[in-house]
């Protein structure tokens, strides 16, 4: 039987530690994304750690890993991006990486290990969060095989966690 989700907010220290944290991993500043001292909340669910500031999904915390929610346009919108074609779209969504023939182009330097954000070409939304395999300059080199490992995903349990959040709202 799973777990009850907990819900409660972190202290100044841990709030620090985790903004601290959230800005190596995605190399950016979120004591200026985030502006001023924000509250920041933790929902515990059987899959990931929810992390909300100012009530809004912000981070993910899923098997140490650290990632930005899909519906955080903050840390989205200044991510490097990889734009994938519509056919790949289905299966990205369905938890697959990203494979070489899919990707229509980049969007911002990245480095193997960095995170980036998957656009689909025709509406320019977010469909997945993932972590280079390769650098951007190795990347489009690569014409066939995975470039991106899929960590998080449009329908998979923690977004439609967040959509149930976010609906109670």
Not at 18 to 26: I, Y
Not at 133 to 151: I, M, P, S, Y
Request: aromatic share 6%; proline share 4%; glycine share 8%.
């Amino acid at each position: 039987m799973p777990e009850k989700n907990t819900r409660y907010f972190l202290k100044d220290k841990e709030t620090k530690a985790l903004l601290d944290r959230a800005s190596r991993r995605l190399k950016a500043d979120f004591k200026q994304i985030l502006a001023g001292n924000p509250g920041i909340e933790v929902i515990r669910t059987e899959v990931a750690q929810i992390f909300l500031a100012n009530g809004k999904p912000l981070l993910i915390e899923a098997d140490g890993n650290l990632y930005p929610s899909l519906v955080s346009n903050e840390l989205l919108t200044i991510m490097p991006k990889v734009i994938v074609d519509m056919g790949a779209v289905p299966c990205v969504c369905k938890g697959a990486d990203v494979m070489a023939p899919g990707i229509r182009r980049y969007e911002k330097d990245f480095g193997k290990g960095d995170l980036v954000v998957i656009i689909d070409e025709k509406y320019g939304k977010a469909v997945a969060i993932g972590e280079a395999l390769f650098d951007r300059e190795e990347a489009v080199k690569v014409n066939r095989g995975t470039v991106v490992k899929n960590v998080h995903f449009v329908s998979d349990k923690t977004w439609n966690r967040i959509k149930e959040l976010q609906a109670k709202t």
